[in-house]
Each structure stands twice: as C-alpha cells, then as structure tokens.
Nanobody
C-alpha cells in the first residue's frame, strides 16, 4: 500500500522559511515522479513543483521560481520542499504526490493525473 506522509508545516512570519518533507512507502521511490501541490483557502489545488524520476530535472510553477526548491533523497524515499521568502499568499495546505515515471516523457502539472497523494500539511504565513 502506497503511503505519502507530509510534515514540516506550521505557522511562519512573512519573509521566513519552512522546509516540508514527504516520506513515501510502498513504492519503488526512484521510479516515481514526485511533486508538491497546494490548495489555498477557498481555491483549487495548484501545482507547485515536481521532480522527475530520472535525469534530475525539476519543474516549478512560474510564480514560485526562485523562492521554492524541490529536492529528493532516493535513499530515504523522501522529497522536500524548501520555501523561502514566504508571503501571505503562500498560505495553503501543501500536498505531496507521486506518479510512476517509467513510460512518461513529461511531468504533468494537472493534479488529476497524479496517482498517489498525501493528506497534506498546513502552512500558514502571518504578517
């Protein structure tokens, strides 16, 4: 059974940093694309960042480039999201997702294309 468990969310002041972690189990982690999505209050879930299973390529929402960094540790079956210079509008529930990478030439940004999801971790950015 595949499980994705996020951690590291919390309350942070604007301008601060947080690092989210997502521990995966029940899958061959290094064969999976892994990504982060978020759902701000009252809004739909949106793509944040993704890491391709091979080649080390990473993808970001254009609005977040330069502030957020995704990384993965295949030995620990864990993906991270480093978030810097946080803004009020970064307040959201952050979800980790996984999608088998073999046979795919690209990483989708639509949430409905991803197979596995964590339950999410809340990030609240205050003034």
């Amino acid at each position: 059974q595949v499980q994705l468990v996020e951690s590291g969310g919390g309350l942070v002041q604007a301008g601060g940093s947080l690092r989210l972690s997502c521990a995966a189990s029940g899958l061959t982690f290094n064969l999976y694309n892994v990504g982060w999505f978020r759902q701000p209050p009252g809004n739909e879930r949106e793509f944040v960042a993704a890491s391709r299973w091979t080649s080390g390529i990473t993808y970001y929402a254009d609005s977040l480039k330069g502030r957020f960094t995704i990384s993965r540790d295949n030995a620990k079956n864990t993906v991270y999201l480093q978030m810097n210079s946080l803004k009020l509008e970064d307040t959201a529930i952050y979800y980790c997702a996984a999608l088998l990478g073999i046979g795919r030439s690209s990483v989708p940004r639509s949430d409905y294309e991803w197979n596995y999801w964590g339950k999410g971790t809340l990030v609240t950015v205050s003034e």
